[in-house]
Every structure is written in structure tokens, then in C-alpha cells.
């Protein structure tokens, strides 16, 4: 890694799956340290293979990556790492507590560090009336809220947040960006996936934009959203299937 400032890189990253589908290709990108960082872009364009990557949950076919200063094929690197999936599908007989308690487990903390942490973390995400309730009986504002409280049960330096207010209601999404603010400004990181640029554009300091496997363009909010700058997109609605028009993003 570069930089001490630079928590998550990628060098020349590249992912081709079984059969030729290549979900990444050549990817360069940084985040920074106590930044949110938005990988932006349709469905398929390699957001959630990049962070499965990150998290060694997929190996890449080349390049380097390194994640809180070690490889991600490191287990250590992933004791300073939250993650919430995308479309998460937590074990429906546990109760919100429980599954706060479970997750602890598995980060190997002590009995009592656990039950103070739910405690606390509850009250962040505003669960605490529902701790005894089954995740059965949630809805999915409070799914996702129960996966942000398990995603921060170890006190991560980053968090993985794939798409985290995917089919939220719109109080429900301004609860959850204030609540990420909060936690940028208690010194975490945070990387989020979208497909929304009204999502990225409300919360995040820089951007990746990624189309079809490629890294687009990388630039801060303010850079992506100046008047001046003009993208091309392209939508085939027969196929449901949308993605920047060109390789390259163009500014005009």
C-alpha cells in the first residue's frame, strides 16, 4: 500500500468467472482513511465481486489487493472489517439480540464485551424495542437496520456496505445516511455499493463509477456533480439492462 492514509487498494484488479465472464478487469482504485467511499454503477458492473474480492470471500484471476494494510487471503485483515451484504438473509428464528450475540461469537469476543456491545449498538440503530423480536416479524427497514448494528459488532475500522438502503423507505434511507455520517465522524470508514447516484451523490465524499467490469472514472462527489460535467448513458429496456454508453466517462 502507498499510503498510511490509504486503508483499501486495488492494482490491475481483474475476476473472470467460469465461462469467459469476466466481472472485473484491470481495476485500479484507493480509499482513503475515515472517508465513505461509493462504488457506483448498474447491476453487474462488478461492485459486489470487487467487495467479495476484498473480503477473500472470491479469489482474483490477477492483480493486487490489500485491504487494512495485508492481503485479504490474510485472516486478520478481516478483524477490522464489518460487512453487510446485499440482499442478507440472516437466520429467521433469532431475535435481534440474538443475532448481535451470534455475530459476536464469531469475532471470537468475550461474553461480556458482547452482551454490553448489543446493548449499545441497539440504541445506534434504534432497534432496542425490538431486540426480542424474531427477524421473522421484521420489516425491511429494520432488516437492514439489524444488519448495520451486526456489520459494527466488532467496532470495525471499515465498513463493507452493499447497498445498504436497498428497498428502505425514504425515512427509513435519511435514518441510515445520518446514522453513516455518525460513523464517518467517529473516524470510520465506509465503502458502500449503489446503482443510485441521488444515494451517492447525499452521502459520499469520493466515487468509483463502474461499468460492464471496468473502472470508469474515480473522482470526489463535488468532481462527479459540477454542472460542467455531462455522462452518456445508454438503457436497453428490453433487456432491463443498464450501463454507461461509453469506456470512458466524458466531460464537457
Known sequence: MKSRNVIAETIELTKVYTGGIVALKN???SVRKGEIFALLGPNGAGKTTLFKILLSIVKATSGETEICGLPPSTPESRNSIGYLPENHNFPYHLT??????FTGRLYGMRKEE???RIEELLETVGMTRW?????????????????LAQALMPDPDLLLL???TDGV????????????RRLQSEGKTIMLNS????????????VAILSGGRLIRMCSIDELTRRQCRFEIEADMNGCDFGFANESVMII
Open 27 to 29: 481495476v485500479s482504485m
Open 96 to 101: 435481534g439480540a440474538g443475532l448481535l450475540r
Open 114 to 116: 458482547i452482551e454490553s
Open 131 to 147: 431486540a426480542s423480536t424474531r427477524l421473522k416479524k421484521y420489516s425491511k427497514g429494520m432488516a437492514q437496520r439489524i444488519g
Open 162 to 164: 452493499d447497498e445498504p
Open 169 to 180: 423507505d425514504p425515512v427509513g434511507r435519511v435514518e441510515i445516511r445520518d446514522l453513516l
Open 195 to 206: 446503482h443510485l447516484l441521488s444515494e451517492v451523490e447525499s452521502i459520499a465524499d469520493s
